[in-house]
């Protein structure tokens, strides 16, 4: 896979022309027409994008402006055609600075403009590639890499370790690489961050098929990714790391990895763990649910086998999958009694099932530098630009339904949609409105189609609690038994147990699971004090911020990893260790940021916190800050050795 897709040479008149931009994310492709012509006079006041998180404006723009932005662009897309459809030449800084105010008006420019070279690779490319090689720096040092997964951060982090030659294998305890979409193939599976923001930013497609990719297509791209960049050969699949210990006399994990009823063990330098949050189905245990006589299965462990059609099927959870495979699954089946324990906020996406319109697919194909702008624009209307909408107010009250005046916004916006949704059906509309402040827990992607499911004649949304599962089917706590051919648990993943089943051994015999005692603490999400030269991907408190990527993560968090690999093997180290001190101060600032975010301030339950209430899992500032403290590695966080 190439960093980029290049776009291609085009002919089209100006008629063309303007049918394309009839259905084209104006505003983005403003800025990319000035990144590629240096002409900024294009980006007009009146032509910034008003698109918000809970509204997007087709093409990004009102009626008058959207005009004068098709005006604007036909005639430099002309221009441009006319002259050949020159390569571009990459803006200096300050042209970029002027770009990314036209886009974002409020935001810190200076800021940004390091990180959005990086993210949108502009210009030299692959600005987050390591600019060292092992074989420069520690041509003699003995030091290689175990990393343990083989998902999206896996790969990630393989691609860097080869980019700076340094050995590593991967463990991978499936067959294939792509993790979370190799093993999630329920129907209607798909990510629900636009594809153009969740990809790597050292391979950015152009040609995505539809906005937000079904499983298969994903799993293809990390497949291909493998392929590319020489990573397959490095691989063990079908092995699992069953535990690992550090041995401090030769500052070495050695790990037990299992392949089949193979055992052996492994030597490393460094350990990177990538083994992901979201992948121990959790199944609650229900009374009774073992005299079920017919086939019972998790989203994320879906029984192909089982034919649906003509059944009774019973849902347990309606989380983000069930969001997606109720629906799927609901012109099959003959009945399905869907028990919700609490509803969900949906963010409205009409397109969510949709490919890029056929305009939008043109410019991604012709204009250069059009997919990393838009790219762009993912990210700050999904994640950057719509923190304040998350945010919790000490000051706010009442706190049940809305912890701030943005977050009392966001609510009013979604429950409307949902009451539209519900059509005038005021009991389904009591049903799944939420009544606790949105972003408490992950807000869904909606397009319809999941209240489409509820309102099927043949489909009962059951909010009364399961009481127990008997031989053919579930009964409710009023004792309606509900008959089920087929039951599908949708009741999510044991998120707590960070690395779990993995028996992790450091320093002086420190078990960390005991150490972390269900309260998962990295700092940075990354490393743990007493289990030097360990490096999580996808740790504690490093889940995305409203709708952001976690594959943007993955890559701030690689990029940590590289360059304490580098400082090992620079400076002659043998060790990292995680000063305790760090880590605390640390979690007292993630702690106190979560206090003022929805996730954090409300009380509902949600797979972000542990037992305990806190949370562990999201990341409670913006995507910028993670960038800029994962960016560099201080090494007086760490004791050396
Ligand atoms: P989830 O969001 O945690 O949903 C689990 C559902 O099961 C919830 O509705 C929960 O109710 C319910 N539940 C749990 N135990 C129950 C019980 N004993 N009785 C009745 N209901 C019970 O799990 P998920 O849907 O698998 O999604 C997990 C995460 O994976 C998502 O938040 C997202 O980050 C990721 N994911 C992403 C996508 C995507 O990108 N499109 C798709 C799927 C998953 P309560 O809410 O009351 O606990």
């Known amino acids: 896979m190439p960093l980029f897709q290049s776009t291609a ?64 662009l036909v005639r430099q897309l002309a221009a441009f055609r006319d002259a050949g459809c020159p390569e571009p030449r990459t803006p200096d800084d300050e042209t970029l600075t002027r770009i990314l105010g036209f886009l974002v008006p409020d935001a810190k420019l200076d800021d940004y403009l390091p990180l959005l070279l990086e993210e949108l690779a502009i210009g030299d490319g692959d600005r987050r590639a390591p600019e060292w090689n092992k074989r420069e720096i520690a041509p003699e040092r003995e030091f290689r890499v175990a990393i343990i997964g083989a998902g999206m951060s896996g790969l990630a982090a393989a691609h860097r370790l080869n980019q700076a030659g340094v050995p590593f294998v991967i463990f991978e305890k499936n067959d294939d690489v792509g993790g979370t979409w190799l093993e999630n193939t329920y129907p209607g599976c798909r990510v629900d961050i636009q594809n153009h923001f969740y990809s790597y930013s050292f391979a950015q497609r152009i040609d995505w098929p539809l906005l937000y990719s079904t499983h298969d297509v994903l799993l293809d791209y990390f497949q291909q990714c493998a392929e590319d960049f020489g990573l397959r050969d490095s691989i063990q699949f079908g092995t699992e790391v069953t535990s690992m210990t550090w041995d401090d006399a030769s500052a070495t994990w050695k790990l037990r990895t299992k392949t089949g009823d193979t055992e052996e063990t492994f030597v490393a330098q460094a350990v990177v763990s990538a083994v ?231 320093r002086d015999g420190r078990d960390l699971h005991e150490a972390w005692a269900g309260n998962p603490r990295a700092y940075l999400g990354i490393t743990v004090p007493g289990f030097p030269n360990f490096f999580c991907l996808y740790g504690p408190n490093t889940n995305i911020v409203v709708s952001g990527s976690i594959i943007y993560f993955s890559e701030c968090e690689v990029n940590y990893l590289v360059e304490s690999l580098r400082i090992l093997m620079a400076e002659g180290l043998k060790t990292m260790d995680c000063r305790p001190a760090v880590l605390d101060a640390y979690v007292e600032k993630v702690d106190a940021g979560n206090a003022l975010m929805a996730w954090g301030a409300a009380t509902v339950d949600s797979w972000y916190k542990n037992d305990a209430g806190r949370v562990t899992q999201n990341w409670p500032f913006s995507l910028l800050e993670y960038w800029q403290q994962t960016r560099t590695v201080d090494v007086s966080d760490y004791e050396v050795g």
């Open 276 to 506: 992901g949050q979201l992948n121990r189905p959790q199944i609650p245990e229900i009374p009774g649910q073992d005299r079920f006589q017919g086939p019972a299965f998790h989203s994320a462990e879906w029984d192909h086998a089982v034919d649906l059609e003509g059944k009774r099927v019973a849902v347990i959870g309606t989380g983000a999958s069930a969001a997606q495979f109720v629906p799927a699954i609901a012109p099959r089946v003959a009945e399905m009694a869907v028990f919700q324990r609490t509803p969900n906020w949906m963010f409205p996406r009409p397109d969510y099932h949709e490919a890029p319109p056929a305009g939008q697919q043109w410019c991604f194909a012709h204009v250069p530098a059009f997919a990393q702008w838009y790219r762009f624009w993912v990210f700050w209307v999904g994640a950057e630009g719509a923190i304040p909408l998350v945010g919790a107010d000490p000051d706010w009250s009442p706190r049940d339904r809305s912890l701030s005046a943005g977050n009392e916004m966001l609510r009013e916006a979604l429950t409307a949609y949902l009451l539209e949704q519900a059509g005038g059906d005021e009991d389904l509309a009591a049903k799944i409105v939420p009544d606790y402040p949105p972003a408490a827990k992950r807000i869904l992607v909606d397009n319809g189609s999941w209240v489409n499911a509820l309102r099927q004649p043949h489909v009962s949304l059951v909010t009364d609690e399961i009481r127990e599962i008997d031989e053919s089917g579930v009964v409710d706590a009023n004792g309606t038994h509900h008959p089920a051919d087929v039951i599908v648990y949708g009741t999510g993943f044991q998120a707590q147990r960070f690395l779990t089943p993995m028996k992790v051994t450091g």
């Open 9 to 72: 040479p085009f002919q089209d008149d100006d008629a063309a022309l303007r049918r394309h931009l009839a259905d084209a994310h104006l505003p983005s492709l403003l800025a990319a027409v000035a990144h590629v012509t240096g002409d900024l006079s294009i980006l007009e006041d009146e032509l910034r994008p008003e698109d918000t998180f809970m509204a997007q404006v087709p093409g990004g723009l009102g009626e008058g402006p959207r005009e004068r932005a098709i005006e604007v």
